[in-house]
Each structure stands twice: as structure tokens, then as C-alpha cells.
Nanobody, 126 residues
């Protein structure tokens, strides 16, 4: 498994921006698909964005498309989620995750990811 630690969450006004980071340890990070998920109060964990091992392919939930950007720096073992034009409905705990296996596209279900960070809170005020 890969160990993941998120940072960068906080309180921001609607329309503002934040950048989340996900620091990874483990030799296989650069060969694993990475995803960001979120879980709002009383809601199930949902897919936000994903990026292939090389960074060449990215995927987004419709709710964040055009506002969020996922990226990664394999040389530094770090993943990022840049969030712009934030809305109150983006309020949630955000998790980064690494997919099971190497060089494999896992889809968007949490069960396909076996390494998770502890989460970072993002709160967007109206």
C-alpha cells in the first residue's frame, strides 16, 4: 500500500480557491492511478477527480468539471487538487486515494482504491 497525507483544507468564502495536496510515501505511487473523493455531512463518499499514473489522463465529476483541476508530481510523490469558484455545496471532507494495483484504471467507486489519507476539511461559506 501507499501512505497518503492530505493538507491544504480550510475555510473559504464562496467564489474562492483552495489547493489541496496529497503527500505519498511508497515506491509504487508513480505507477498507481490517484483519485480525490469527498464526503459531505450526511452524504456518501463521492468521486471528485482522478488522474492516471503518468498524469496524461484526468477525469472529473460533472459537479466540479471546469472548476477543479487534478495534477500530480511523481518526482516529488505529491498529488494536487486545485479548486476554484468554490460553492457552499463543495463543503466536505476531502480524501486522496490510490487505486488497487499498478497501471490500472479503477473507475470511480471507492472500493477500487485501497490506500486512503485521513482527509482534510473544506468549508465554503456563503
Amino acid at each position: 500500500q501507499v501512505q497518503l497525507v492530505e493538507s491544504g483544507g480550510g475555510l473559504v468564502q464562496a467564489g474562492g480557491s483552495l489547493r489541496l495536496s496529497c503527500a505519498a510515501s511508497g515506491r509504487t505511487f508513480s505507477s498507481r492511478y490517484m483519485g480525490w473523493f469527498r464526503q459531505g455531512p450526511g452524504k456518501e463518499r463521492e468521486f471528485v477527480a482522478g488522474i492516471s499514473w503518468s498524469g496524461g489522463s484526468t477525469y472529473y465529476a460533472d459537479s466540479v468539471k471546469g472548476r477543479f483541476t487534478i495534477s500530480r508530481d511523481n518526482a516529488k510523490n505529491v498529488g494536487y487538487l486545485s479548486m476554484n469558484s468554490l460553492k457552499p455545496e463543495d463543503t466536505a471532507v476531502y480524501y486522496c486515494a490510490a487505486a488497487v494495483g499498478t497501471y490500472t484504471y479503477p473507475g470511480r467507486e471507492p472500493v477500487a482504491f485501497d490506500s486512503w489519507g485521513q482527509g482534510t476539511q473544506v468549508t465554503v461559506s456563503s
